[in-house]
């Protein structure tokens, strides 16, 4: 089955720098990856998915590039807010299980001021 | 839009008692999938059904079941509880039931 790493478990960044999360994914089929946000005690929330045709995503401060040759995919918050601190979970699923989600072991993220 | 209800928040439960968790999707929503999410293993993806079948399941026992209704509301039961069943449980809902899943609050599950 599909497996996906995470790195940096942990990550500290001062306020108004960016932070970027790597992922790997395992399975050459997976096509679909998107990044959730779970603050301390809430619901993980998506914040921006990409689908394996595009390369690139961007929303404001929040983009996400990925790399189909190499498997990989990262999460790029740039200027950095205090509010940004959370857990953040990249997964990978494939179409028609795209409900499978699989996810990484999470980063927690924490901006500093 | 009222978003994902998951209810109880939290249950208490003793080893070997049997529980039943319920989710409510966001109206319109037909696929629900559920999670389990433990400091130790994470994220991990229980079943999901879409349109009252289920169509996806993960990788645990048959303890684990769920089912769905004609609204889409959506049920999951575990039987005899053991302690390692202890976690959130996360269920998510999707209108195209191939990306956008938004998720609920989750019930918190202790067994003692």
Redesign the interface.
Known sequence: ?ENVEQHPSTLSVQEGDSAVIKCTYSDSASN?F?W?KQELG?????II?I?SNVGEKKDQRIAVTLNKTAKHFSLHITETQPEDSAVY?C?ASK????????????TRLQVTL | KAGVTQTPRYLIKTRGQQVTLSCSPISGHRSVSWYQQTPGQGLQFLFEYFSETQRNKGNFPGRFSGRQFSNSRSEMNVSTLELGDSALYLCASSEMADYGYTFGSGTRLTVV
């Open positions: 089955g679909y998107p959730y809430k619901r993980p929330q998506l998915d689908r979970f997964a179409t028609g299980t795209a409900s499978k989600l699989t996810f990484g072991t999470g």
